[in-house]
């Protein structure tokens, strides 16, 4: 693959993304970690999953601000229709997931994030942040009651509703990521905490995940709705509200 990376260590499929100095999602991306997924779901070799990243002190930024900004509506729609799926498959996924965060974890890169298990983030001046709120984007309504199901409810509403950026102490304190360790261990830690969830009764912990991720946000996305979801969210996309704060952040993106 050429945007991510895969590894199994000890019956832990390890899954890095390993695209540039910000792991910015795009389809072709978004489509190997769907694969990725996929194999993880089917391979009875794999226990648990680790999500993290190859590049130092980010985890990831997001959306490609310069290529998918730039789709046309059928394509974005295509795509996010992809990333939607992405986020049910890994949400659902019956093992263990562990998302290893070693840096800035922002937007898309969060929403991937929070639909893992649990979180282990490395310490020092990282930020967490889902922003959306701040580019005009609206998250299809499903998604957003799933991610908030997983942070305190004034957390979650300074997410959603601020676009709140919390410093790694900050997301511990508030409950976004369960653990903090140095940089150099983060990868260590999600496998082990991974190892730990793998070594429960296999079919206990998948239907007491499945009762906990539906409690929180229901069940898996049909293809039907998957697509209502991403034209939803294509239509507020190129409306003129979000389309003059998306402009501006690529103003600002140049400016730098």
């Known amino acids: 693959m050429q945007h ?15 695209r540039g100095k910000a792991n910015a999602l795009h389809c072709a991306m978004v489509d190997e970690l769907q694969q990725a997924l996929n194999h993880a779901a089917a391979d009875e070799r794999t226990h648990g999953l680790v999500l993290t990243s190859a590049t130092p002190k980010i985890f ?23 990333f939607i799926r992405l986020f049910d498959t890994l949400r659902h996924l019956s093992k ?23 979180r282990i983030m490395a310490e020092g001046d990282f930020q967490f942040a889902l922003n959306e709120v701040m580019l005009g984007v609206v998250l299809p ?17 300074q997410m959603f509703l601020e676009g709140h950026s919390w ?15 140095p940089l ?3 990868r260590h830690r999600a496998l082990t905490l991974a190892r730990q969830l793998a ?34 969210f294509s239509a507020v996309w190129f409306d003129e509200e979000c389309r003059c704060y998306r402009d501006l952040l690529v103003s600002r993106r140049q400016a730098k």
């Open 199 to 232: 070594s429960k009764p296999p079919r206990a912990f998948a239907a007491h995940k499945r009762a906990l991720v539906e409690a929180g946000g229901g069940p898996s996305y049909t293809p039907e709705e998957i697509e209502a979801m991403a034209a939803e």
């Open 184 to 186: 150099s261990s983060v």
């Open 141 to 157: 309504a499903r998604m957003v009651q799933a991610l908030a199901a997983v942070v305190p409810g004034p957390t979650a509403r």
């Open 96 to 118: 263990p997931t562990i998302a290893g965060l070693n840096g800035h974890t922002y937007a898309g890169g969060s929403i991937l994030a929070l639909a893992c298990d649990e």
């Open 4 to 18: 991510i990376t895969l590894d199994r260590e000890e019956g832990i499929l390890v899954v890095t993304l390993s």
């Open 60 to 82: 990831c930024g997001g959306f490609d601000v310069e290529e998918v900004f730039a789709y046309t509506p059928d394509k974005l729609g295509r795509y996010i229709a992809r």
């Open 167 to 181: 410093r790694a102490q900050e997301a511990l304190q508030h409950g976004i990521v369960e653990e903090l360790v």
